[in-house]
């Protein structure tokens, strides 16, 4: 029997490094889109380089798409590339659009002319509810997209719902609540806390500037999300899932137990600059994972504070690493 093969977009980001790993570990052969770049940014993946084979294309290139679905000839499809920040969202509009809306639509596009039995997921996610409608949020809650990014994200949902109507494609989209890890990105504000938190430790830095620290959100461990992902595609039916813990934080908790897991208190430190706020804030966001828990029997598993201590050692043993400096460890010990 041949081996399962995947092709993951995005694939040296948060989520595709991880679900990368989760599909090695399941026997899967493991393909990943990227785009060709004057700077390519392996850090994530390095560590898997000889066990995945990586294909160059872009989102906004049908060919290209077409060419590597053909050189991978995946049984499933993880599109998670997008613009992904909301921040950037707004000062570069149109290209979130691009990449974020219309390349889902070339992606299902290219796998509806190549192979339409190849099971495609779609990385929805929460920011689509924006001024909630109904807290907590399920698959049934009205969308109100509140940024550039989840407009897009919104319209990424919308034609994968409408290709499976339209088309009979196995489709489906995870409606993803916040979820981080060591390996998100430095500009999210989880990992803008750990990181700054570890170098103020450290006595690189002496101040956090920060926005909004009352939104509160449904954060959850990355690496556990992907899981998720995979069972959607590997379910009977193409059906989409709203995922999260069920719990929520708001950022100001999220400072709190960076700081005193190190052993500092977070008001000696931390700022807030009203230039860090988005234009149209999004104050509250809580998922209702229960349909995900009975269907696909998934749930989150490590607690919010847990993960933002492993978030804080993680950042703490980096910059020790590439600073030269000791801290003693989280809390000085």
């Known amino acids: 029997m041949s081996r399962k093969s995947a092709l993951i977009t ?49 989102l906004l290139d049908q060919i290209s798409l077409v060419m590597a679905l053909r050189e991978a000839a995946p049984s499933e499809v993880y599109n998670l590339a997008a613009q992904s920040f909301v921040p950037t969202s707004w000062v570069q509009p149109s290209l979130t659009g691009e990449f974020t809306a219309l390349g889902v639509t070339k992606m299902l596009e290219a796998i509806r002319m190549t192979d339409p ?11 689509m509810f924006g001024r909630v ?21 919104l319209y990424g949902h919308w034609i994968t719902v409408n290709y499976r109507e ?9 409606i993803l609540f916040n979820h981080e890890s060591p390996r998100r990105g430095r500009e999210f504000v989880t990992r803008k ?18 926005g909004n620290v009352e939104a509160m959100r449904d954060w959850g461990y990355a ?22 813990t069920g719990q929520q934080n708001s950022v100001r908790r999220c400072y709190e137990i960076a700081f005193e897991h190190l052993g500092l208190d977070p008001q000696d430190f931390v700022k807030t600059d009203k230039r860090l706020q988005r234009p149209a804030e999004v104050d509250t966001l809580l998922a209702d994972p229960g349909k995900a828990e009975r269907d696909l029997g998934w749930r989150a598993e490590t607690c919010f504070e847990e993960l933002i201590q492993i978030m804080v050692d993680s950042d703490l043993e980096a910059q020790e690493r590439s600073s030269g400096r000791r801290s003693g460890g989280p809390g000085g010990r």
Request: no cysteine.
């Open 10 to 58: 995005g694939i040296t980001g948060q989520d595709g490094s991880y679900l990368a790993e989760l599909l090695l570990e399941k026997g899967y052969e493991v393909h990943g889109l990227v785009r060709r770049s004057s700077t390519e940014t392996f850090e994530r993946i390095a560590h898997l380089q000889g066990d995945i084979q990586l294909h160059h294309a872009d």
């Open 117 to 127: 039995a190849i099971r495609f997921y779609q990385a929805s996610s929460s920011e």
């Open 133 to 153: 409608r109904q807290v907590p949020q399920n698959e049934e809650t009205e969308f109100y997209p509140r940024s550039p990014y989840a407009v897009a994200k």
């Open 166 to 174: 339209s088309y009979d494609l196995f489709a489906v989209s995870g």
């Open 193 to 210: 806390i750990t990181e700054y938190a570890a170098r103020i430790k450290l006595g690189l830095e002496d101040e956090l500037p920060l």
């Open 223 to 244: 690496k556990e999300y992907v899981e998720a992902m995979w069972l959607m595609l590997q379910a009977d039916d193409p059906v989409d899932y709203v995922i999260g």
